[in-house]
């Protein structure tokens, strides 16, 4: 019978969110660490996106429908279209494994001294993942285009 290996455990909670997109053809990427989520922060990694892209790309986004997502007030930029996923289906979603690669690579298993080491330990997570890992980690072969 095996044992359960000792983890750090950390009682108190605070919350970083990270709305991050990746393209998995080239491992572009954009992060936005935020204390919360909601229409607001959505928006403004929208505008980070459109900015990084520039005028001439147009971006295909892929989410999920969360209220944040699908909000009223969201303002889409010109140069971006939002393809939502159906409802329950996180294996289709490709950032979704970026997101437990950096939980099982730098965030679990610590305990941070606070929010600002926190934050600081989520920005060098998310700036210590290189262009090919971005292209590795997200790739789905739904969603790259094959000629």
Excluded at 80 to 94: F, G, H, R, V
Excluded at 110 to 137: G, H, M, S, V
């Amino acid at each position: 019978m095996g044992s359960r290996p000792t983890a750090v455990k950390q009682t108190e909670y605070e919350w970083i969110y990270l709305f991050g997109a990746v393209n998995p053809s080239t491992g572009s990427s954009s992060g936005l660490l935020a204390p919360t989520v909601n229409t607001d922060y959505m928006n403004h990694h929208l505008r980070f996106i459109s900015e990084q892209a520039g005028p001439d790309v147009h971006v295909i986004l892929v989410l999920d429908q969360a209220g944040w997502h699908t909000a009223k007030a969201l303002k889409v930029p010109e140069n971006i279209s939002l393809l939502y996923l159906p409802s329950y289906s996180p294996e289709l979603n490709a950032i979704e494994r970026l997101w437990g690669y950096l939980k099982s690579h730098y965030l679990s298993n610590k305990a941070y001294a606070d929010y600002d080491d926190l934050l600081n330990t989520c920005r060098d997570a998310w700036n210590k993942i290189t262009p090919e890992q971005f292209c590795t980690i997200c790739h789905s072969k739904w969603i790259i285009h094959e000629n």
